[in-house]
């Protein structure tokens, strides 16, 4: 397809978005109906929130056991992505990678783009490359459907608490229509730039998280063998302009050894794979993040991935 066509072809699709958003649901109507596909830590508190908030929302996943607590707050459940995206004016998608979004979005059968009327939008807050941030924006595209990427930061207590941070890549125009609706969710809404360009902030901003957790673990353990223990350790480093929040807060669960997972390690690793790719894609390189992926393989390795990624410090005990 050239390139004037492509052009033609994507106003034509905002200019259907637009009018969707401006009479054909009426403007009191907008973003009123939702799809929430995944249930897991995060995405089962966004969408409890959109229904405490009042919206219509109806929701998918892949374990449909995990939808009761939404079902008796009012939700419907859908056997399906495809059905629950039916009928509903902005779906989101919070799931655990570029495999599983790929099926919530795209199968033949069952995929929630398939269910999605023109004028609808699309919302994939899975952490995920830009690859696919970008395939799926062109899947999208084809079908007059608006997308952004939303991924989001924070970790279950600010998706309880209607605090997260959104990401976004895309059109500014829809970025403007998803407000409210993100609004509801989270506290603050930070427009990175074209598709793309969200998916590469967010996975900056976990391999920056990543990184420092990773050098605390094998701190900890180094200060231990001389005689500072992690409560000695959380003490002292906090109160030091080197030491950042996060780090902080990783400190004190290492202290206390409470790797309950709000972040497995398997996940940050995941993240600094794709980081990887990413990189590669670009031409450039990330030897710090690639280093940070090593220990949380290890500690995958190890048994420990499903446990907070501050349980790296295992590894140096």
């Known amino acids: 397809m050239g390139a004037a ?12 978005l637009g009018r969707s958003a401006s009479t054909g649901y009426g403007k009191e109507k907008i973003m009123q109906s939702v799809a929430i596909l995944g249930l897991g830590a995060m995405g089962s508190r966004m969408a409890m929130n959109l229904v405490k908030a009042g919206y219509r929302v ?12 939404l079902a008796e707050a009012g939700a419907s459940v859908a056997a399906t992505p ?8 902005v779906v ?40 696919w941030a970008q395939e799926l924006a062109a899947a999208c595209a084809e079908r007059e459907v608006g997308f952004l990427e939303t991924p989001v930061a924070g970790s279950r207590p600010q998706a309880e608490a209607g605090q997260l941070v959104f990401l976004v890549g895309g059109d500014a ?43 605390m673990g094998e701190l900890v353990g180094l200060l231990g063998r001389y005689g500072i223990d992690a409560a000695r350790a ?15 807060v990783a ?11 709000l972040f497995p390690a398997v996940m940050i690793e995941k993240d600094l794979g794709y980081l990887h790719e990413i990189a ?3 031409g450039a390189e990330v030897p710090l993040g690639d280093a940070a992926r090593r220990v949380f393989a290890r500690a995958v390795e190890a048994g420990y991935g499903d446990d907070q990624m501050s349980g790296v410090l295992r590894l140096y005990l």
């Not at 066509?5 to 259907?16: G, I, K, N, T, V």
């Not at 099926?103 to 033949?108: H, K, R, Y």
């Not at 906090?238 to 780090?247: H, R």
């Open 5 to 16: 066509l492509r052009q033609a072809r994507d106003e034509a699709a905002l200019a259907s």
């Open 58 to 69: 109806a929701v998918w996943n892949r374990s449909p056991e995990k939808a009761r607590p």
């Open 82 to 89: 495809r059905q629950a995206a039916q009928g509903a004016e």
């Open 92 to 131: 989101l998608s919070m799931v655990r990678d570029d495999p599983a979004a790929r099926e919530t979005w795209l199968d033949a059968e069952t995929g929630a783009l398939g269910g999605m009327a023109p004028g609808a939008l699309a919302l994939e807050s899975s952490t995920v490359t830009v690859a």
């Open 173 to 215: 125009r829809l970025v403007e229509r998803a407000t409210p609706l993100m609004q509801v969710m989270g506290r603050a809404i930070h427009h990175a730039g074209p598709v793309g360009s969200a998916a590469a902030l967010k996975l900056s901003v976990n391999a920056l998280l990543g990184l420092q957790i990773a050098a």
């Open 234 to 248: 959380a003490e002292i480093l906090p109160e030091l302009p080197v030491c950042s929040p996060a780090a902080a």
């Open 251 to 261: 400190l004190r669960q290492m202290r206390d050894r409470a790797f309950d997972p």
């Open 280 to 282: 590669a894609a670009a």
